[in-house]
């Protein structure tokens, strides 16, 4: 549920809720991947490096093969202004997982 509630946040661009919701997701549930692709984007928009990076950090010591990962990759390269390496890992996620 907050997961879906996150998203929910962010597709209304109420980023400070979006935050708070999947802060606390990743709190009581450190190992749900559901809807991260959406809190690296919140992260992403609102110019939370460090958060992001460790994010992607995580995420890919644990679900390596998910595509959720891959795109957590994706925005952290992005953020970071390495817009080719993003854009590989966003396309790994979408062989991954090609209705992502």
């Not at 190992?31 to 690296?40: M, P, R």
């Not at 110019?47 to 990759?73: I, K, M, Y």
Request: charged letters at 25%; a negative charge; proline letters at 3%.
């Amino acid at each position: 549920v907050l997961a879906v509630a996150g998203v929910c946040h962010y597709e209304r661009t109420r980023l400070v809720d979006a935050l708070d919701v999947f802060r606390r997701l990743r709190s009581i549930a450190p190992y749900h991947l559901e809807g991260l692709e959406y809190f690296s984007s919140v992260l992403w928009t609102v110019n939370h490096q460090d958060e992001l990076g460790q994010l992607a950090h995580e995420l890919s010591e644990t679900f390596r093969d998910a595509p959720e990962t891959w795109c957590v990759l994706g925005n952290c390269f992005s953020l970071h202004k390495e817009h080719r390496e993003a854009v590989r890992y966003f396309q790994h996620a979408v062989e991954l997982q090609p209705n992502m």
